[in-house]
């Protein structure tokens, strides 16, 4: 017999936290399925990574969330969101990936890499950062392409492409150029991304302007070699010696996989996930969204720190119904 719940949450970051937190102050049987490890999407995050958030922004569940500096890092929140799932002894899978869903008269079958679960209602909290932004050139499959950035040290003494100019980019650039690597970085806009972190763009302009880190503006990565790359830019196409690209071309949420579930996404570029905001339900009865997904491909929409409400949101919403 599969295990019966009122809520099954997909997705075990802060927001997926935070609903089973919600759910469990209502009194609602709940799980919660991650496929990787608690809050996956953080653990993938540049090992140096400060939050742009001040840590008071990211609390869940009313625990207080200290950090030596105003703005926590990546270890930091590693280590709160890990003890607010001991304090509230989450139920929680790890490493169970969700395969199928389907209707079941009232109830939805879930089928996972582990188990079969049913439950009356599904919340999807899926983030957007396991699908990188492909490039979609020749060579992109090459083995040093990278579109996740760790630690910088891996890159010393090597000669590195970063693609982008937003925050991911920069603090590759910054980060292995201090390591030693020989840093250019590939931009199609004409400056560095005004979302940058205000205390971080001065440096990376200052680098920029002084040579120390070598800048193709209004540019783009045509092709990958082995040892070389092509950029296309106002200049014409140029051909660098290279060892590693870092192509920080950003992420989506997982289209396919919404759709799979029946949820309309707008044929327009922002391709927003159906949904009622005031209650968070999706097109699809007793399917909800919560969470970065709900922005669609404007990943800058939603953070922790203002879609943390999408819990209570969808809690209140299921409480009222039952």
């Known amino acids: 017999m599969a295990e019966q719940y009122d809520i099954l949450i997909i997705g075990g970051g802060p927001i997926g ?49 200290m950090s030596i500096s105003v703005k926590p890092n990546r270890n930091e929140a590693l280590e709160y969101y ?26 939805y079958i879930i089928k ?12 999807v909290a899926t983030g957007f950062y396991d699908m990188p932004n492909q490039m979609n050139i020749p060579g992109e499959d090459l ?15 090597q000669k590195v492409i970063v693609v982008g100019a937003n925050n991911s980019a920069v603090d590759a650039a910054l980060e292995t150029y201090r390591k030693g690597a020989e840093v250019t970085m590939v931009i199609r806009e004409s400056q560095i ?13 200052n680098r920029i302007q002084e040579g120390s880190i070598k800048a193709y503006f209004n540019s783009s990565l045509t092709s990958i070699r082995e040892n070389e790359v092509d950029i296309q830019g106002t200049e014409g196409r140029i051909t660098l010696s290279n060892d590693f690209v870092l192509a920080m071309t950003g992420y989506k949420p ?19 996930p159906e949904h009622n905001p005031e209650t968070m339900e999706s097109n699809i009865k007793g399917i909800y969204l919560a ?27 299921l409480t009222i119904e039952s």
């Not at 139920?91 to 109830?107: C, M, S």
């Not at 996972?112 to 919340?123: E, F, H, L, M």
């Not at 991304?193 to 302009?205: F, H, L």
Request: proline fraction near 3%; glycine fraction near 6%.
């Open 17 to 65: 936290l935070a609903c089973g937190i919600e759910a469990q102050k209502a009194g609602l049987s709940y799980i919660i399925l991650e496929k990787g490890c608690l809050v996956n999407s953080l653990y993938n995050y540049p090992s140096n990574m400060t939050f742009f958030s001040t840590s008071e922004k990211l609390e869940i569940g009313n625990v207080p969330f």
């Open 82 to 107: 890990r003890r607010v799932s001991d304090q509230f002894k989450l139920n929680i899978r790890l490493f169970e990936k969700v395969e199928d869903v389907r209707d079941d008269e009232g109830n």
């Open 112 to 123: 996972t890499s582990k188990s079969t679960y049913r439950a009356a209602n599904i919340i």
């Open 143 to 157: 083995p040093k392409v990278k579109h996740y950035y760790k630690d910088p040290h891996y890159y010393a003494r």
């Open 193 to 205: 991304g005004e979302r940058v972190k205000y205390w971080v763009r001065p440096d990376i302009v």
């Open 254 to 272: 997982d289209f396919s996989f919404l759709k799979k579930l029946g949820i309309r996404i707008s044929e327009d570029q922002k391709q927003v």
């Open 291 to 317: 969470g970065v997904v709900c922005g669609g491909m404007n990943t800058h929409l939603w953070f922790i720190e203002n879609s943390r409400v999408h819990a209570e949101k969808i809690i209140n919403q």
